[in-house]
């Protein structure tokens, strides 16, 4: 009996697919066939999925060509499943030709022409077929999101960019070949599905509230408001018009953070007491957050990231909030401690600009506590301590290049309609910290007058 073994995602099963494995049983008796897990393929750089894994793994089974289906999870699985299996012919599409060649040594490897025409990434794209971004701002991490947007292959795409330095768009444009300088912002929402907003943090609300009152979709840089009220009317516009608006904390959306609360959700450390966590940066004292007295400082550039683990575990219902800041000469918050109760746990976070102290992120419980590395905002390792000094549970999770695909993904997947929940970053939690930066703002000004 001849085993042949193919692997896929196969997602939005197609006739390509169909034909794939046809072709692959009639190379013997008997045809197993990996699907690949969502987080394996999201390890291996595909970030978009329509279909979950029941759906993905039932289309398969339901194949007539198909014997056996098995769960692929990790590199390396190949060669063991040809092993254990005792597979004679390993199948793949002859678009990773040469990539699988080392299978050699344990079985014969086919590479088949693919079915023109029809790929899982343009059925993908088929409710929403090209998603226009119109990027506000031209400053430092514009050159980051266009070279993260490349890896969320959902037919979106960097049309516009805008920033009110007409000059300084054109320049970043020029490096571009697809991307326009607009001349003015309703230019840049006339001709955009979705803008990303980057520019300076007092001017996200405004910018925000006019392309949610132009139709267009919104994922603005944090924070997204420094008022309760602003945020709370920005996500009430979005709503009215079925429009998304995502705040971009890019922790919310990575794969690592995700892990870490729902393992903190199943209890593993036993009742949540306390989180602590650090962001702090030795920057450049002439940039922007350095010198803007009214929006720069250590609180308003880092606190969203601080509070995001905060509000997560401890939720946004009777907070209990408490500042303290040392400021410079300029009235700006050099570092802050923010310590936030709910009667039932506790939490410092803390944020600095020209200090710097170890960036990591500390969960205790009754049962344990869970430490992530440094930058715990990048979540990839972490581990899980208990009271024997020997007992300790690793973790990793891959974070890729910038994180910003992340959000990217998060926000493509809700256009298309894949997903719809905005578990996350929910809107509470977003209102609740702009709510947050609001009193706090009115603390540091309490400080200002007492000097
Ligand atoms: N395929 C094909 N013709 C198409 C589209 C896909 O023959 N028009 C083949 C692919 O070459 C692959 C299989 O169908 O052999 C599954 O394709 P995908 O779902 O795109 O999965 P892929 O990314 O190739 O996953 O670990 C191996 C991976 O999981 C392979």
């Excluded at 697919?17 to 197993?32: F, P």
């Excluded at 998603?131 to 959902?154: A, C, N, T, Y």
Aim: charged share 30%; with cysteine; glycine share 8%.
């Amino acid at each position: 009996m001849k085993t042949v073994i193919t692997y896929g995602v196969f997602d939005l099963f197609h006739e390509g697919h169909e034909n794939l494995l046809k072709r692959a049983r009639a190379l013997g008796d008997r045809l197993i066939v990996g699907v690949t897990s969502n987080e394996f393929t999201r390890q291996r750089g595909k970030l978009l999925l329509a279909d979950s894994l029941d759906i993905r793994m039932a289309n398969v089974r339901n194949c007539p060509y198909v014997d056996e289906v098995i769960l692929e999870d990790h590199y390396g699985q190949k060669v063991e499943d040809i092993q254990k299996y005792r597979a004679d012919v390993f199948v793949i599409g002859d678009d990773w030709k040469g990539k699988f060649d080392y299978l050699k040594k344990w079985c014969e490897v086919v590479y088949l022409p693919r079915t023109p025409g029809i790929s899982s990434s343009s059925l993908r794209t088929a409710p929403y077929p090209s998603i226009s971004f119109g990027i506000v701002s031209s400053g430092r991490i514009v050159r980051r999101f266009l070279q993260e947007i490349d890896h969320v292959h959902g037919g979106v795409h960097v049309r516009e960019i805008y920033n009110p330095h007409l000059e300084s768009a054109r320049r970043l444009a020029e490096g571009y070949p697809d991307l326009q300088a607009a001349e003015s912002y309703p230019e840049l929402l006339e001709k955009s599905d979705c803008v990303y907003i980057a520019s300076p943090h007092e001017t996200h609300y405004a910018y925000a509230k006019e392309a949610l009152l132009a139709g267009k979709h919104v994922l603005c840089e944090k924070p997204l408001a420094m008022r309760r009220s602003e945020a709370e009317e920005l996500y009430a516009l979005a709503e009215e018009r079925s429009l998304i608006l995502m705040e971009a904390v890019k922790t919310a959306y990575c794969p690592g953070f995700s892990r870490l609360l729902s393992i903190v959700e199943s209890g593993f450390i036993g009742e949540v007491k306390d989180v602590e966590c650090a962001f702090t940066k030795l920057t450049d004292p002439q940039l922007r957050e350095r010198r803007d007295r009214d929006h720069g400082g250590s609180f308003t550039e880092l606190a969203s990231y601080t509070l995001l683990p905060v509000l997560k575990i401890l939720g946004t219902k009777d907070l209990d909030i408490r500042f303290e800041s040392l400021l410079d000469e300029n009235g700006i918050d050099l570092y802050t401690k923010t310590y936030i109760s709910n009667g039932r746990m506790l939490s410092c976070g803390k944020t600095g600009l020209g200090v710097k102290s170890e960036g990591e992120l500390l969960i205790a419980g009754t049962e344990g506590y869970i430490r992530v590395s440094s930058p715990w905002w990048k979540t990839s390792e972490f581990a899980i301590h208990r009271e024997d000094p020997q007992d300790i549970t690793s973790f990793h999770v891959d974070y890729a290049g910038e994180g910003l695909r992340y959000e990217i993904a998060e926000l493509v997947d809700r256009l298309q309609g894949w997903h719809t929940s905005d578990y996350h970053l929910t809107r509470e939690e977003s209102i609740t910290m702009a709510g947050i930066f609001e009193q706090y703002l009115a603390y540091r000004e309490g400080l200002r007058g007492n000097e």
